[in-house]
């Protein structure tokens, strides 16, 4: 059974860098042709990809998030891990980390963020 746990900060400053950590347990982030993913739901809004790292190590990022946003990867510990930079009201929301190999098979249970002074 394959797990993913998010962590990090609840609450951000404006204009802060938001980190966070997905940590996976009952598989590799190495695991031949999985893409390793963060997504986020703004409150009354819908699902918004943010990006991927491949099991190659190689990542992806949606483009009006690019500026701002890095995904990395420990694989000693299995993690891999996402940072918003200058981030404003409009990144509250709640952010998924997800396993996809065409379509998302696991998604951990989500951890809100919220962006506030």
């Known amino acids: 059974q394959v797990q993913l746990l998010e962590s990090g900060p609840g609450l951000v400053k404006p204009s802060q860098t938001l980190s966070l950590t997905c940590t996976v347990s009952g598989d590799s982030i190495t695991t031949d042709a999985y893409y390793w993913n963060w997504i986020r739901q703004p409150p009354g809004k819908g699902l918004e990809w943010i990006g991927y790292?491949?099991?190659?190590?190689?990542?992806s990022v949606n483009p009006a998030l690019e500026s701002r946003t890095s995904i990395s990867r420990d694989t000693s510990k299995n993690q891999f891990t996402l940072r918003l930079s200058s981030v404003d009201l409009e990144d509250t929301a709640v952010y998924y980390c997800?396993?996809?190999?065409?379509?998302?098979?696991?998604w951990g249970q989500g951890t809100q963020v919220t962006v506030s002074s």
């Open positions: 997800a396993r996809i190999r065409g379509s998302i098979d696991y």
């Open positions: 790292i491949a099991y190659s190590g190689s990542t």
